[in-house]
């Protein structure tokens, strides 16, 4: 695939793969070809369904699944070089060249409910991109390196995870990380959780490392508020990490077809830019849906950004008036059917 998120226009396969069970007998699964992975919160891999095109991976997965353990290994490839599968003998070079390709080699590993309402998770990979942009470093030596603890006791639930990269980026020593936690408490019809996420940045006096953590591979839509203002944290920050404190609230009585789920965020960045600003903004999300019947679900969706200091400064390019600063608040807004079938 172009990447891991790439249409190819027209006619694609999104998946298609072949599983072996039971290998000689023992609880080994092998997959290969083209498919999903979600792991854990999904920050590190995740589907990403809300995009047009849902993310899925050209690979082999090892998967062994025992009680206690639950663990998988693999190898995939991001972004291929060559036109493996071309009708024409021109497209393979010769002399063969370096595959400057991207893949991405790791585990994941589970221990689910190893002690009653406690469950561990650990992941570890490495990606390399073998393009070289500034013609002398490889583009990515990155490893990756996370762990997440989730705790459910009755009606309180955590969850907690810490992600910690490393390694070069196009020539840059890479040190950074992820921290995520949530509490969350249910009070019958209503849950309410509050949450810290937070992806280190890189100062902007910096320049020798890169210290801004790149989810590459994770749901997005689950995080960082529906408007999706920070998806991309590396290019919608500049660089300069996110820290989104949130909390939420979900009400639903007892077999009700009907849901109400209302979030607030407070978003600023990591680091301060280069005017000593980090206050981005704050975003509510409200979302409602309700059970038309047991197989379909309607939802609607309804948000309000309201930038600040950093966030007008970053869509005013271009601009010098300051009468120009863009200072409206931002809606947005869809209905949604959907039907299991």
Not at 145 to 162: K, M, R, V
Not at 269 to 284: F, P, V, W
Request: proline residues 3%.
């Amino acid at each position: 695939p172009g990447n891991s998120v790439k249409s190819l226009k027209n006619t694609d396969l999104h998946q298609g793969y072949v599983i072996l069970h039971n290998i000689f007998d023992l609880p080994i699964s092998a997959q290969a070809g083209r498919f999903e992975m979600s792991y854990g919160t999904t920050r590190l891999f995740g589907t990403n369904s809300w995009n047009y095109i849902s993310r899925s991976f050209d690979g082999l997965r090892f998967s062994l699944n025992t009680d206690p353990l639950k663990l998988d290994v693999f190898s995939l490839t991001h972004t291929a070089s060559t036109n493996y599968l071309s009708p024409t003998p021109t497209t393979y070079k010769y002399p063969a060249v370096n595959d400057n390709s991207q893949s991405i080699y790791g585990f994941y590993a589970s221990l689910p409910n190893f002690a009653e309402g406690n469950t561990i998770d650990v992941t570890a990979f490495y990606d390399f991109n073998g393009n070289k942009t500034d013609a002398v470093n490889n583009d990515l030596e990155r490893f990756t390196t996370g762990i997440s603890y989730f705790l459910n006791i009755q009606d309180f639930s955590a969850i907690a995870e810490f992600d910690y990269q490393f390694g070069k980026f196009r020539g840059f020593d890479i040190s950074a990380y992820l921290a995520l936690l949530t509490l969350q408490y249910k009070f019958e019809p209503l849950t309410i959780s509050a949450n810290l996420d937070v992806l280190s940045g890189t100062e902007i006096s910096e320049n020798e490392k890169f210290n801004s953590f790149d989810p590459s591979y994770g749901t997005k839509h689950n995080y960082n508020g529906f408007m999706d203002y920070f998806s991309n944290t590396l290019v919608s920050t500049y660089g300069l990490g996110l820290n989104d404190y949130y909390l939420r609230f979900i009400f639903k009585m007892k077999d009700s077809p009907l849901s109400i789920q209302l979030d607030g965020h407070y978003f600023t960045t990591n680091q301060k830019s280069a005017n000593d600003l980090n206050d981005l903004g704050q975003e509510i999300d409200l979302v409602v849906k309700y059970n038309i019947v047991k197989s379909a679900t309607i939802e609607w969706g309804g948000s309000a950004f309201l930038p600040g200091d950093l966030m007008k400064v970053f869509w005013n390019v271009g601009l010098t008036d300051n009468d120009y600063i863009r200072e409206d608040a931002a809606f947005w807004s869809y209905v949604m059917l959907r039907v299991d079938l």
